[in-house]
């Protein structure tokens, strides 16, 4: 019964600092280029890298982006 306790607790944590580490972005500008340019310069404002998640382009471009350590 204790080492049940013991995996939740540390599942738990594990799930909660893993989370703590990404943050979701999103940016609206006229072109890619532009649109990642923005969020390349949230990343390093943060100190993070990121990974683009999304893009739409209708008459604007919609981004978004994970910022992980």
Not at 5 to 34: E, G, H
């Amino acid at each position: 019964m204790k080492s049940i306790k013991t995996l939740v607790v540390v599942s738990s944590l594990s799930l909660i600092s893993f989370s703590s580490f990404a943050q979701s972005v999103s940016v609206t500008s006229s072109t890619m280029a532009s649109a990642e340019a923005e969020i390349a310069a949230q990343a390093q404002q943060h100190g993070d890298q990121y990974k683009i998640t999304s893009v739409n382009s209708n008459n604007r471009v919609y981004m978004t982006a994970q910022l992980y350590k």
